[in-house]
C-alpha cells in the first residue's frame, strides 16, 4: 500500500517541540493513507464495525427532499454508536464519493462534534448526557489535521470548525500533540501541506485570541516554536509570486493579527524579530500587484490573495500602532514597546503607506479595505510629534486628493441609487458597513487632523469654500464639500470663528440645494441640518426655513434616500432646537404618517427611533392617532418578519422589528392615561404578540413580553388573561431561557389583579409551575433569583387571601434549591426571603411547613439550619426591601408565644442582627432620597482651541492613562473597607414591588419593630432579658436612635395622611360686632 500523507497521530504526553518526522512516524498505530482511487483505515488493534455504506445512503438521502427525513432520523439513531464518527471523517475524506455526499457527511461530523464533544455535566437524577466516545474522540484527534491537510476547499472549511471545538476542549492537557504535529508539517520542505496545517494553527491561536494574559500561557509557549517558523515561511514564500504562495502568506498574517489583536504577548518580542517582521509587512504592502489582476472585474479584485494579503499587513500595522505604539494612550505594560515602535517604525512605515495614498491619488487600484486600513494608521500618526512632522508636509494633499474623492458622490453610488435605492438607504445606514469603509475612515482622518492640528481646519475650510462658492461647479464636488464640513461640525461650533458664520452658511449654500433636481443634493441638504442641528439660529425665519425645507421633503420628495435623510433631520432639528416643537405642532398627523409609510417602504431600524423620539416630544399630539398609528405599524411588523432567517437582510430585519415593538411599546406608555385607547391598542398588540408565539420566533420574546407587560400596569383585561396559557405553553416548549423576561408580565398578574388570580387555581399553578421548573433546572442563578423573587411576590400579594395550601410548596422550592450548590449570595438570600415572607404570612404555617420538610442527606432540623443560615447571612440582604423584609420576619419570630429551640438558643444575635439591618435601611433610605432630588445639568460647550496641539506636541490620553491606573490599583486593592454606597442602592429585583412597598399599606418597619419590643418588654420580661442581655453600648445608642426614629416617621406619617384628608380643620372665630373692655373675662368669675 502506497500514499503521499499519513493521517494518523496520536496523541502524546510530550512537550518538545517539534518531533523529526522519524519521531512522528515510530508512533503511528494506524494509517489513513490517500490514493486516487480509495480511503482505507488500517488498524493494528482492530477494523472499524461499522459499515459506512449505510451511512453514505442515508448522507445521499438528506439531499433528496423526499427521503430527507428518513435520512435524518437514521443519522440521528446511528450518531451514538461508537465508531459512527470515525466512520464519517473515513466518508468525509474518501476520493471515490461524489463531493455532495462528502460534504454533507462533513456537515454532520462538525454538528455532532459542535454538539457531543464537550463532557456536559448531567442535571440532579438526570442520565448524564451523551458524549463522542473516547476511542472516536481519539481517532479524531489522530486524524483531523491530516484530514485538513489533504481535503478540498469545501471540505476543510468544515473541519477547520471542528478542529477549532476540539482545541478549545481538549488543549493542552488532553491534546499537547495537536503542538507537536503542526510544528512537524510546519517544518516539513512540502509546500502542499503549509496552507493546511496553517490553517489549524489559526484555529489554535483564534482559541486564545480573547483570552486575558494570564490564561494564554499555553498559547504563548508553543508560539516561541511557531513564530520564528512562520517568518522563515514567509521569507521563502516573498520569492514566489504565485497564488498558492500569496494565500500562504495571508494565512500567516491572519495568525499573526489573531495573536497580537488584544494582547501583545511581549515575551515573544524581541528588537531583532520586531524589525524582521516589521520589514516583512512593509514589503507586502509596497510591492506591486501582478499587471494581470487588473483584468479581473473590478468588484471582485478586492477577493484575490494581493490584496488579501496587503490588507492583513495593514490590519496589523494599524493595530499595532493603534493599541500598543502610541506613547501616552497605552497601558503601562506597552509603555517601553510604545516608545521603541514610535521611534524606530512609525515613520518608515508611514512613508510606505504614503505611497499607497499617492497611488490612489493618480487613479490606481487599491482595494477598498486597503485604503481603509491605510487611512487608518495615517489617522493615528497625526496624534504624534514625529510621524506628523512627516505627515504635515502631505496632508493637505490628502485632504484634498485623497479625503476629499472618497467623501464625493461616485458613480457606485448613482448606479445603486437608480437601481436599487433601498440598498442605497441599508448601505449607508449600515454600522458594519462603517468599519470596514474608506469613507469613514476618510471622514475620521479629516476630524482628527482639523481638530488636533492648528492651520489644518482653516485650509481645509478654505478649499470647501472654494468649491462651494465657484458658480460652475459640478454637483458632485459641492455634495464632497458638505459632507466634509458636516463631519466637521463638532468642531466648527466650538471654535468662535466659525460658529457665527454657521446660520449662513446654511443659508447661502445648503437652503437653496432642497430646490435642486438632484436627488442626492436635497439628501446631503437633509444631512448637513442633521449635523448641524445645534446650530444657534439668531434668525428664527431661518430657524423655521430649515424645518419647513425639512418637512416638505420629508412628506412630498419623490425619492425614498431623501426622505429617509429628512426623517432623522426632522427629529434632531426638534429634539435640539426649542422653537422647532411648537412650529411642527400643526403637522404631527401628516409627519408621522409620512414616518410609519417610510418605515413599512424602507423596512429601516434608524427611522423606528426617530418616531420613537418623535412620539415622546409629541406625546399629546400622537394620543388621538395612536390607535391608527399602532395598526399601521402591526401591519410592517408582519412584514418585515416575513423574511426567512437565511434570506439576505434578515438581520437587519430583525432589528428594525425590534425596533417597531420597542415603538408599539413607546405609544403605550404614552397613552397609559387613556384607559379607551389602551384597551383599542390591545387587541392590535395582542395579534403581534400572538403571532411571535404561536410562531416561535424567539428573538422576539424579549420584546413582545415587554408589551404584554405595558399592556397590564395598569389592570389585567380577561383578553390578557387568556394569554397566561400561551405564556406557560411557550415557557414550557422553547421559553425557558426566557424567564427573566416573562418576569414583568406575570409581576403584573400578581399584583395588578390579584382578585383573578385567586379566582382560578390554574393561573397560580402555571405560575408556581414555571418558577418551580426554574428553580429545578439549568437556568442559572440570574432567573433562579427572578424566580424566588415572584414565589415572595405572591406569598406578600395575598397575606389573608387563603392560599395557606400554596405555602408549603413555594417554601420547599426555594429552600429545596438551597440543599445543591450556589455561588451567589444574591440567590442564597433570595431563597432564604421566600420562607422569611411565609414567617411574615404566618408563623405556625411555616414552622410547620419546616417541621414536615425533609431533604436527601439532611440530619439536622431544617427549622435549625434555615433560622442559622438567616442570622449568618443577615449582612448579604442589601437594599431596601430584602432588609425590610427581615426586619418584618425577625419581629414575627421574636412574638412568637410558643418558639422553636433554635430561636430561643440564638436569642442574644437577633437584636443585633436588627441593628445591622436597621444601619443598613437608613443608608437605603437617604440614597434613594438623594436619587429623587438629584437633577441633570447641562454643560455649554467652549471654544477648544486648547485641544489643538503645536507641531512637536504628542496628544495624551491624560484621564485614559488615569483611569487605567486607577483599576490597576483597585485591582492590587483588597477592598477591606465597606462602600456603604454599594450597599445602599436598590437591588435588581427590588423594581419588583410587593404590598409590602407600597407606601398608601402603612406597613412600617420602624413603628412595627418598637411596637413589638415594647409589647415583649412589658408581657414577656424573661424573653426581653433573653433578648437584650448580651447587647453593647453601642447596641443600646442604635436601639434608641430606631425607636426615635420610628416616632420621627409616625409623626411624618399622620401628618401626611392629615394632608390627604384635606389638612388641618381651624373652626374660624366669631368676631364680636362690639367690644367691651369693661366687663369680667369669660370663666374667671
Not at 557 to 565: A, F, L, N, T
Not at 844 to 863: C, D, Q, R, S, V
Request: proline letters at 4%; one cysteine or more.
Amino acid at each position: 500500500m502506497t500514499g503521499s500523507l499519513a493521517l494518523v497521530y496520536p496523541g502524546s504526553a510530550r512537550d518538545a517541540l517539534p518531533l523529526a518526522p522519524a519521531a512522528v512516524e515510530a508512533q503511528l498505530p494506524y494509517f489513513l493513507f490517500f490514493n486516487q482511487t480509495s480511503i482505507v483505515f488500517e488498524s493494528a488493534a482492530e477494523k472499524l464495525p461499522m459499515d459506512p455504506t449505510k451511512i453514505i445512503e442515508a448522507l445521499r438521502g438528506t439531499m433528496d427532499p423526499a427521503l430527507r427525513e428518513a435520512a435524518e432520523r437514521q443519522l440521528n439513531e446511528a450518531n451514538k454508536a461508537v465508531t459512527f464518527v470515525s466512520t464519517l471523517l473515513q466518508i468525509t475524506m474518501s476520493d471515490q464519493l461524489d463531493l455532495p455526499v462528502r460534504q454533507a457527511g462533513v456537515i454532520y461530523l462538525k454538528n455532532t462534534i459542535t454538539q457531543y464533544w464537550a463532557e456536559r455535566e448531567a442535571t440532579s437524577g438526570d442520565v448524564p448526557p451523551f458524549t463522542i466516545p473516547e476511542e472516536d474522540q481519539q481517532f479524531i484527534r489522530d486524524n483531523i489535521i491530516e484530514a485538513i491537510i489533504q481535503s478540498p476547499e469545501l471540505i476543510r472549511v468544515q473541519l477547520t470548525t471542528c478542529i477549532h471545538q476540539i482545541i478549545k476542549h481538549d488543549y493542552p492537557v488532553r491534546w499537547p500533540a495537536v503542538a507537536d504535529k503542526i510544528g512537524y508539517y510546519l517544518q516539513s520542505d512540502n509546500s502542499a501541506y503549509w496552507l493546511g496545517i496553517l490553517l489549524c494553527l489559526y484555529q489554535l491561536v483564534k482559541n486564545y485570541e480573547y483570552k486575558k494574559t494570564e490564561e494564554r500561557s499555553p498559547l504563548v509557549a508553543a508560539m516561541q516554536h511557531f513564530l520564528p517558523m512562520m517568518k522563515d515561511r514567509f521569507v521563502q514564500l516573498l520569492s514566489d509570486p504565485s497564488d498558492h504562495s500569496v494565500l500562504i502568506q495571508k494565512q500567516i498574517f491572519k495568525i499573526f493579527y489573531a495573536l497580537v489583536q488584544y494582547t501583545l504577548p511581549l515575551e515573544l518580542i524581541s528588537q531583532q524579530n520586531l524589525t524582521e517582521w516589521m520589514e516583512i509587512l512593509k514589503t507586502v504592502v509596497d510591492r506591486d500587484v501582478p499587471p494581470e489582476t487588473l483584468q479581473v472585474d473590478e468588484d471582485d479584485r478586492p477577493e484575490l490573495p494581493w490584496w488579501k494579503c496587503k490588507k492583513w499587513a495593514l490590519h496589523i500595522l494599524a493595530r499595532l500602532f493603534e493599541r500598543y505604539g502610541s506613547p501616552g494612550n497605552v497601558s503601562k505594560e506597552y509603555n517601553e514597546f510604545a516608545e521603541v515602535f514610535l521611534k524606530g517604525y512609525a515613520v518608515s512605515i508611514q512613508q510606505v503607506l504614503l505611497k499607497v495614498l499617492y497611488q490612489y491619488k493618480e487613479k490606481q487600484y487599491v482595494a477598498p479595505r486597503v485604503l481603509q486600513q491605510t487611512l487608518n494608521y495615517i489617522n493615528q500618526g497625526v496624534a504624534h510629534a514625529v510621524t506628523w512632522k512627516n505627515l504635515k508636509p502631505h496632508i493637505q494633499g490628502i485632504i484634498q486628493d485623497v479625503v476629499f474623492p472618497l467623501m464625493c458622490y461616485t458613480d457606485a453610488d448613482e448606479e445603486l441609487w437608480q437601481e436599487d435605492p433601498y440598498e442605497y438607504i441599508r448601505m449607508k445606514f449600515d454600522v458594519f458597513e462603517d468599519f470596514i469603509s474608506p469613507t469613514t475612515a476618510a471622514q475620521t482622518l479629516l476630524y482628527t487632523a482639523c481638530s488636533k492640528r492648528k492651520e489644518v481646519l482653516q485650509k481645509t475650510m478654505g478649499f470647501c469654500y472654494q468649491i462651494l462658492t465657484e458658480p460652475t461647479v459640478d454637483p458632485r464636488k459641492k455634495d464632497g464639500a458638505l459632507h466634509m464640513i458636516g463631519s466637521l461640525a463638532e468642531v466648527l461650533l466650538k471654535k468662535k470663528i466659525y460658529k457665527d458664520q454657521m446660520e449662513f452658511m446654511l443659508q447661502n449654500h445648503v437652503f437653496p440645494l432642497f430646490s435642486s433636481e438632484l436627488g442626492y443634493m436635497r439628501a446631503r441638504a437633509c444631512w448637513v441640518l442633521h449635523y448641524f442641528c445645534e446650530v444657534k439660529f439668531k434668525n428664527d425665519q431661518n430657524l423655521q426655513t430649515a424645518l419647513e425645507l425639512t418637512r416638505r421633503c420629508l412628506i412630498e420628495d419623490k425619492e425614498m434616500p431623501v426622505k429617509v435623510e429628512a426623517a432623522i433631520a426632522l427629529q434632531v432639528l426638534i429634539s435640539n432646537q426649542e422653537k422647532a416643537k411648537e412650529y411642527i405642532k400643526p403637522f404631527i398627523r401628516p409627519v408621522m404618517q409620512a414616518l410609519l409609510h417610510i418605515v413599512r417602504e424602507t423596512e429601516n431600524d434608524d427611522l423606528t427611533n426617530v418616531i420613537q423620539k418623535m412620539i415622546c416630544e409629541y406625546s399629546e399630539e400622537v394620543t388621538p392617532i395612536a390607535v391608527e398609528m399602532t395598526q399601521h405599524l402591526a401591519m410592517t411588523f408582519n412584514q418585515v418578519i416575513q423574511t426567512g432567517p437565511d434570506e439576505e437582510g434578515s438581520d437587519d430585519k430583525a432589528v428594525t422589528a425590534m425596533g417597531i415593538l420597542n415603538t408599539i411599546d413607546t405609544l403605550l406608555t404614552v397613552v397609559e392615561d387613556h384607559k379607551e385607547i389602551t384597551q383599542q391598542l390591545e387587541g392590535i398588540c395582542l395579534q403581534v404578540i400572538g403571532t411571535v408565539l404561536q410562531q416561535h420566533v424567539l428573538e422576539f420574546y424579549e420584546e413582545i413580553l415587554s408589551l404584554a407587560h405595558s399592556l397590564t400596569c395598569q389592570q389585567v383585561s380577561l383578553q390578557m388573561w387568556q394569554l397566561l396559557p400561551l405564556v406557560f405553553e411557550v415557557f414550557q416548549q422553547d421559553g425557558f431561557d426566557y424567564y427573566t423576561d416573562m418576569m414583568p408580565l406575570l409581576h403584573n398578574y400578581i399584583t395588578v389583579d390579584t382578585d383573578t388570580l385567586l379566582s382560578d387555581t390554574k393561573y397560580l399553578e402555571m405560575i408556581y409551575s414555571m418558577c418551580k421548573k426554574v428553580l429545578t433546572g439549568d437556568a442559572g442563578e440570574d432567573a433562579e433569583c427572578h424566580a424566588a423573587k415572584l414565589l415572595e411576590v405572591i406569598i406578600l400579594q395575598c397575606k389573608g387571601r387563603g392560599i395557606d395550601q400554596c405555602i408549603p410548596l413555594f417554601v420547599e422550592a426555594a429552600l429545596e434549591r438551597l440543599t445543591r450548590e450556589v455561588k451567589t449570595s444574591e440567590l442564597r438570600t433570595m431563597c432564604l426571603q421566600v420562607a422569611i415572607a411565609a414567617l411574615y404570612y404566618n408563623p405556625i404555617l411555616l414552622l410547620n411547613t419546616l417541621e414536615n420538610l425533609h431533604f436527601p442527606n439532611n440530619t439536622e432540623p431544617i427549622t435549625t439550619q434555615f433560622v442559622n443560615q438567616w442570622l449568618n447571612d443577615v449582612d448579604c440582604f442589601l437594599g431596601l426591601h430584602d432588609r425590610k423584609m427581615c426586619v418584618l420576619g425577625l419581629c414575627a419570630l421574636i412574638e412568637l408565644k410558643q418558639r422553636p429551640q433554635i430561636v430561643n438558643q440564638v436569642a442574644g444575635q437577633i437584636l443585633p442582627a436588627l441593628t445591622l439591618l436597621f444601619g443598613g435601611l437608613k443608608r437605603a433610605y437617604a440614597c434613594r432620597a438623594e436619587h429623587e432630588n438629584d437633577s441633570d445639568e447641562d454643560e455649554d460647550g467652549e471654544d477648544d482651541d486648547e485641544n489643538e496641539l503645536g507641531s512637536d506636541e504628542d496628544d495624551i490620553d491624560e484621564d485614559g492613562q488615569e483611569y487605567l491606573e486607577m483599576l490597576a490599583k483597585q485591582a492590587g486593592e483588597d477592598g477591606d473597607e465597606e462602600d456603604w454606597e454599594d450597599d445602599a442602592e436598590e437591588t435588581a429585583l427590588e423594581g419588583y414591588c410587593t404590598i409590602v412597598d407600597n407606601e398608601d399599606s402603612n406597613i412600617d418597619e420602624y413603628q412595627i419593630f418598637k411596637s413589638v419590643l415594647q409589647t415583649i418588654q412589658n408581657c414577656d420580661p424573661t424573653w426581653y432579658q433573653a433578648l437584650t442581655c448580651n447587647l453593647t453600648d453601642e447596641h443600646r445608642k442604635q436601639l434608641q436612635d430606631i425607636g426615635t426614629l420610628a416616632d420621627q416617621r409616625r409623626a411624618a406619617l399622620e401628618s401626611k395622611m392629615i394632608e390627604k384628608h384635606g389638612g388641618y380643620k381651624f373652626n374660624a372665630p366669631v368676631v364680636p360686632a362690639s367690644f367691651n373692655f369693661g366687663g369680667s373675662a369669660p370663666g374667671m368669675n
